[in-house]
Antibody
Framework: EVQLVESGGGLVQPGWSLRLSCAASGFTFDAYAMHWVRQAPGKGLEWVSGVTFNSAYIAYADSVKGRFTISRDNAENSLYLQMNNLKPEDTALYYC??????????????WGQGALVTVSS | SLELTQPPSVSVSPGQTASITCSGDKLGDKYVYWYQQKPGQSPVLVIYRDTKRPSGIPERFSGSNSGNTATLTISGTQAMDEADYYCQAWDRSTAHYVFGTGTKITVL
């Protein structure tokens, strides 16, 4: 059974940093691309970032580019999102999602339960 | 850049057919994915690569994509299908994924 468990969320002040983690199990982690998707309270889904199976290709939404860094540790079956210079508009539930492919990006076939990030003074 | 527009809400009677549209420039040239999200739950993939159903998704869910519009159709809608539905596509021009604005399906 595929499981994605996010951790590392919390309440931080504007300008602070936070690192989210996603522990994966139930599938061959190093064969699939992975993504982060966020959802602000009461709002729709927003893709944040993605990484191919071997970290050869990484992309970010314009709203986070230069502030967020995605990474993965295939030996640890883990995905990360380092978030720097956080802003109130980054407040959201952050989902880790598995891609249906490795090197090409397609559907998000499994999602975690999400980690809540609140940015407020 | 690509924008995906969905109707905010669709109402349907139990047993009837619900259709949700997703509009975007030359959407038919791209793969479209559909997700179902029930209150307090994570999204679930219901249609991928325009027309394919993942394992475990009921046959009443189907998808199509042509021109500038993709459509998710739920045939014989059930109360359990009440949820928000989002379309998604890859925007080659920006190398970004884009989600649609979301549609709330209400089964009356």
């Amino acid at each position: 059974e595929v499981q994605l468990v996010e951790s590392g969320g919390g309440l931080v002040q504007p300008g602070w940093s936070l690192r989210l983690s996603c522990a994966a199990s139930g599938f061959t982690f190093d064969a699939y691309a992975m993504h982060w998707v966020r959802q602000a309270p009461g709002k729709g889904l927003e893709w944040v970032s993605g990484v191919t199976f071997n970290s050869a290709y990484i992309a970010y939404a314009d709203s986070v580019k230069g502030r967020f860094t995605i990474s993965r540790d295939n030996a640890e079956n883990s995905l990360y999102l380092q978030m720097n210079n956080l802003k109130p508009e980054d407040t959201a539930l952050y989902y880790c999602a598995k891609d249906g492919s490795g090197s090409s990006w397609y559907e998000f076939d499994f999602w975690g339960q999400g980690a809540l990030v609140t940015v407020s003074s | 850049s690509l924008e995906l527009t969905q109707p905010p809400s669709v109402s349907v009677s139990p047993g009837q057919t619900a259709s949700i549209t997703c509009s975007g420039d030359k959407l038919g040239d791209k793969y479209v994915y559909w997700y179902q999200q029930k209150p307090g739950q994570s999204p679930v993939l219901v249609i991928y690569r325009d027309t394919k159903r993942p394992s475990g998704i009921p046959e009443r869910f189907s998808g199509s994509n042509s021109g500038n519009t993709a459509t998710l159709t739920i045939s014989g809608t059930q109360a359990m299908d009440e949820a928000d539905y989002y379309c998604q596509a890859w925007d080659r021009s920006t190398a970004h994924y884009v989600f649609g604005t979301g549609t709330k399906i209400t089964v009356l």
